[in-house]
């Protein structure tokens, strides 16, 4: 079975950066896509960025576009969230997925979950 293990969660202060941290294992990576959640209290999950593992396409929310960047590291494999100029709004947990989705943010294309890293973001 696949196992995920999330990393880099902590606090920052707003205009900060952090770095989250995937690793994956059990599964062959090539074929699937990898991606970050987020779900703050009181939020249904919403997809932040998505990764096609075998050619490379990503895809962002609008919210996060030009702050959030994904990327792989196929040789582990690990993927990474690098999030900069945060905001309060991005507080949040962060989960980590693989799947094989037909729509980039679909929660129901996705068949295995991390257990999630909290983000605060303060003002």
């Known amino acids: 079975q696949v196992q995920l293990v999330e990393s880099g969660g902590g606090s920052v202060q707003a205009g900060g950066s952090l770095r989250l941290s995937c690793a994956a294992s059990g599964y062959t990576y090539s074929t699937y896509c990898m991606a970050w959640f987020r779900q703050a209290p009181g939020k249904e999950r919403e997809g932040v960025a998505l990764?096609?593992?075998?050619?490379?396409?990503?895809y962002y929310s609008d919210s996060v576009k030009g702050r959030f960047t994904i990327s792989q590291d196929n040789a582990k494999p690990t993927v990474y969230l690098q999030m900069n100029s945060l905001k309060p709004e991005d507080t949040a947990m962060y989960y980590c997925?693989?799947?094989?989705?037909?729509?980039?943010?679909?929660?129901?294309?996705?068949?295995?979950w991390g257990q999630g890293t909290q983000v605060t973001v303060s003002s």
């Open positions: 997925a693989i799947g094989r989705p037909s729509k980039w943010d679909s929660i129901k294309g996705f068949d295995y």
């Open positions: 990764i096609n593992m075998r050619y490379g396409n990503t």
